[in-house]
Structure formats: structure tokens, C-alpha cells
């Protein structure tokens, strides 16, 4: 497999949950916030919160990222212009998260590169309320996804992939055979059990309809668990709906933007 | 500004519209598809799509992937488990583009590590339908961007960015003064005239509504032609909203998983 320093720092990446209170330098920042700047962008739409307050984050690292679709700074613009937008919410959300996505990313493989280590919160949309208060968010601005980031105080190991037959299609997607299925999850469940990875994070998710459990951490690994967050969380869209909507968008409506 | 090879492969990367017909290696394919898969996941939801045909590609590149979100892998593996999915669709939208995204931008990333050029199509989901014909997607697979790859035939500048007080906001989001947002709008415009990025990609946007041209290509920049794609295109959401139906998404209802 061909190798080079970029694609080892890809390889190493895994989820740090543990930091040391070294406070990372100045310089180490603005490396890392340019390298996700000069992410490719459709319009440049995402932009970044941070809060160095150890106390408030939750692994205590010295860095809290919230990475957000700006819609309210592209407006700004647009209304020195002369413009406003029509372009819908959920267009613009669409472009949005990929733009703020791959800024997020390019930090996170740039942290890498400096040693650091750096945590995904998903959760992040639900709090969005929160997070409006806290940083004074304007209209039109919704926080997509945090980041932990800062020195590492765990060797976490790298955690295992479907195999690359069951993410790389070529000309057509595949029917999955019985066996590519059961070899996929084969490796996710056997790879996360050789870490004892749900144990040591005491990670198991309940059945929700109070059923009898019926995996210990001897056998309960990733297809599992997977499935019971798809398969007992956030069934409700509103919830999420209403996050987006207290941000000002709104997914089933033409575009909202504010007159020129 | 500290470096080192993985910062300058996010400084250097720019969107490569021109490709020699050199295919890559399938060692170079491996690699590159390797670390996409490498990038952090919610649910592994994003799946790549590839075509190797110069002649079915927007630039004539030796690649296109098409990056997606699979909802339909995922509910394949919880059915084998005998659960089915109850997370909403929108719910599932939102970690997917992002799982999705961090696919994506690894790969660009490790491309550029590896001397390839990249380009982000970003109206892939305009494509929805042909693309479903194609590559015979099941439901629940949404086709979310497109990114062609090969070797470099043109030597593009990287593209300016906001300054970096534009994007990164300590604490509070800013109010933003009359003077920064000009000088961020003088940034980018400054920084592509210079490059006479639009006249040499011939790529002004005409006014819709009829009016009279009054930029030539001396002062039509970013900030303009920006303004004029989100102050025309994609105001009604229902072609979006259409295409991820299309896909078996549906944004404003509960899970519509398969039953297990």
C-alpha cells in the first residue's frame, strides 16, 4: 500500500475522549483554522466558534470547535452587493454542511499532523438553542458539528472499516450477497471486540422497549450498537426540524434571506 | 506559520478542471479510496460510487467518483440483526452529509498528497434520477457530490479565502463593522482579479432579471458572482426536495426504514 505522511496521518486518526492541559500555542491554532479555511468551498459557508475554557468542555479538552453553516455572514455580503438570496434554505443547507464539513475535516487531519487529537460531538444540532445563547449566534447561522481538540492522555487504537468491496462501487452498485454482508459486519464486530472497545467505554445502549438484554460485552460490538441508535433514537424529525428553524431555516420554504 | 507536508497539501489544493489522459494506478485508486474510508464516522454512511469513462466525464478526467449517503448498506446489516431503522430521514440526512464529507475531503486531500487533482461538482443532487439509472441505486441511497480526479493538465492558483478574522470567532460571533466586511469582500475580489479567474473561465453569471450588465470582466469578482448564484438559483426547494424523494428521502417525516 502506498505510503506518504498524509495519508499515515489519515491512517492514525482515531477519536481522542482524553486530553492533557497543555494548552496548545497560538501558532498550532492558526495552522490548523488555515488548513480548514482553505478547504474547497461552494460559498465559503462555514465558519468556526471556539471556546478555551476546559471547564466547559466535555472531555476537558483546552479546545471547543463549533463548526457552523453561515448563512448570516454570505447575506451580509450579498446586501453590500446590492443582493439578496433566493436560493432556499435547504439548498443552501445542502451546500452549507459540505462546505462547513470539509473545513471540519481538514482540522481534524491537520491536528493530526501536529499531534493533536480531536473528538466529532454529532450530537451538536440538538443543543442549538444552547449555543445560540452562549455565543450570540445571529439568524441564519446553524452549529452543524463540534470538535474537541487539544494534546492526547489516551492511546486510543484506530478503529476498524467495512471492508473496501462494501464502501467502493464501480459502474454499479451492488446486491449484497449473504456472505459480503455477514463478512462486513464480521469485521466491524470482530474489530471492535479485539479493543474491547464498548466495554472499556461501558458503551452499551439499552433496548428501549424493556425487553430482556441478551448481549454481555463479550459479544455486543458495533453492527449492534449501530443498530440500536438508528434503530431506537430520533425518530421524531421534529426535534431537529425545530433546531433548524430556530437557526432560520426552513427546509420546505423558498429562500428567506433578508431584503437588500 | 508552522508546516509540515500535510499543511501544504491542504495550502496547495485548488480544483483541477484539466486532466491528462494518464489513468492511475489501481495502487493509487486503493490508496486514495483507503483513506476516504479512514475519515471519522457517525455510522459509515457515506459510499462511493466510481466511474472509470474519460468520455462520461464532465472534464474528461480518468475518474468520477460520486460520494453518497447509504442508508440502504445500513438498513441491510440492522435487518441481519432483526432491527429496522426508526431514526428519521432527516435525522439520518444530517450525520450522512457529514460522514459523507469527511469520505470525501480525505480523499481529496490524500489525492493531492499523491500529485492528482480534484474537483467537487456540487449540483450532483440536481442529477438524482440519472444518477439512481446509472449505477441501479437501491432507495436510500442519495448521491450527494461528485468529484472528478486525475493527473493535473493545468497549472491553477490557489483561490483566496476571508481573512482570518472572518472566520474564526473566540467566544462571541461577532458584529460585524462596515469596514471588515469590506475588507473581506476586498480580499476575495482582489485575490481573483488578480488571477482574472472569471474572464479566463468565462464564467459570468448573467442577470436574470433583464437588466443592464454593468461589470466587465475588469471588476466582476467573487463577492458579485457569488451574490448573483445565491440571489438567482434554486429558489424553489421542491427540485432538491424532489431528488432526495427520488432517493426514498423524506425530510419532514418520521423513519421510513425498511420493516426487519
Chains 1, 2 share one sequence.
Not at 505510503?3 to 486518526?13: D, H, Y
Not at 475522549?17 to 495552522?31: H, I, K, M
Not at 449566534?137 to 474537541?148: A, E, R, S
Request: glycine share 8%; proline share 6%; with cysteine.
Amino acid at each position: 500500500m502506498l505510503t506518504n505522511p498524509v495519508l499515515e496521518a489519515m491512517k492514525k486518526r482515531k477519536s481522542i475522549r482524553s486530553y492533557t492541559s497543555e494548552q496548545p500555542s497560538d501558532e498550532v491554532l492558526n495552522a490548523i483554522a488555515a488548513a480548514g479555511q482553505q478547504a474547497p468551498f461552494a460559498a465559503q459557508l462555514g465558519s468556526l466558534l471556539l471556546k478555551r475554557d476546559v471547564k466547559k468542555n466535555p472531555f476537558k479538552a483546552p479546545w471547543l470547535f463549533t463548526v457552523c453553516i453561515d448563512l448570516h455572514r454570505m447575506e451580509t455580503i450579498m446586501k453590500a452587493r446590492g443582493w439578496s438570496r433566493k436560493m432556499s434554505d435547504l439548498g443552501a443547507l445542502i451546500l452549507g454542511v459540505q462546505d462547513a464539513a470539509y473545513v471540519a475535516e481538514n482540522m481534524v487531519i491537520a491536528a493530526e499532523s501536529l499531534g493533536l487529537g480531536s473528538c466529532y460531538l454529532g450530537a451538536t444540532p440538538m443543543y442549538a438553542k444552547t449555543i445560540i445563547d452562549d455565543y450570540g449566534l445571529p439568524p441564519k447561522v446553524f452549529p452543524l458539528v463540534q470538535l474537541t481538540m487539544g494534546y492526547p492522555a489516551e492511546a486510543a487504537a484506530v478503529r476498524p472499516r467495512y471492508p473496501m468491496g462494501f464502501t467502493l462501487f464501480e459502474d454499479r452498485y451492488p446486491q449484497f450477497t449473504t456472505e459480503e454482508i455477514a463478512r462486513a459486519m464480521r469485521v466491524m464486530d470482530d474489530g471492535y471486540l479485539a479493543q474491547d472497545y464498548y466495554r472499556s467505554h461501558n458503551a452499551m445502549i439499552p433496548l428501549a422497549d424493556g425487553s430482556e438484554e441478551t448481549f454481555t460485552y463479550g459479544d455486543y460490538s458495533w453492527t449492534e450498537h449501530i443498530s440500536r441508535k438508528l434503530g431506537q433514537w430520533g425518530e421524531d424529525p421534529s426535534g431537529l426540524m425545530n433546531a433548524l428553524r430556530a437557526c432560520g431555516f426552513f427546509l420546505d420554504e423558498p429562500g428567506t434571506g433578508e431584503a437588500a
